[in-house]
Nanobody, 131 residues
Framework: VQLQASGGGLVPPGGSLRLSCVVSGITLDDYTAAWFRQAPGKERKGVSC????????FYADSVKGRFSISGDTAKNTVYLQMNDLKPEDTAVYYC?????????????????????????WGQGTQVTVSS
């Protein structure tokens, strides 16, 4: 499984970016794909995930209402649309994938602990929110 993330950059507060993650070696229909982020000196945290078969989506409370995850199974690509970006969103963003469906109900657990639930990871893409 290979994941290739792209789309990061420098944007001012309130700006938008769309991250893309092209996945190869698997069929996303049978997987859960997720986005994580890691700020300097901090732990990697869950941002959002999408279980394609169950059509289940989960967002961390910190991004709910501002970020939107989606996927195109024909292109085997996962997207993260990020709107109303804030300086605290600055981080390296990673995409990840794992077989089957995943169901999260607790944002605290998802952000802090869900990285261990995913076996396949892409390289990161830097997102910097600054004026």
């Amino acid at each position: 499984v290979q994941l290739q993330a792209s789309g990061g950059g420098l944007v001012p507060p309130g700006g938008s970016l769309r991250l893309s993650c092209v996945v190869s070696g698997i069929t996303l229909d049978d997987y859960t794909a997720a986005w994580f982020r890691q700020a300097p000196g901090k732990e990697r945290k869950g941002v959002s995930c999408f279980s394609f078969h169950a059509r289940s989506i989960f967002y961390a409370d910190s991004v709910k209402g501002r970020f939107s995850i989606s996927g195109d199974t024909a292109k085997n690509t996962v997207y993260l649309q990020m709107n109303d970006l804030k300086p605290e969103d600055t981080a390296v963003y990673y995409c990840a994938a794992d077989p089957g469906n995943k169901y999260y109900v607790n944002s605290f657990y998802f952000e802090r602990d869900s990285a261990v639930d995913f076996d396949s990871w892409g390289q990161g893409t830097q997102v910097t929110v600054s004026s």
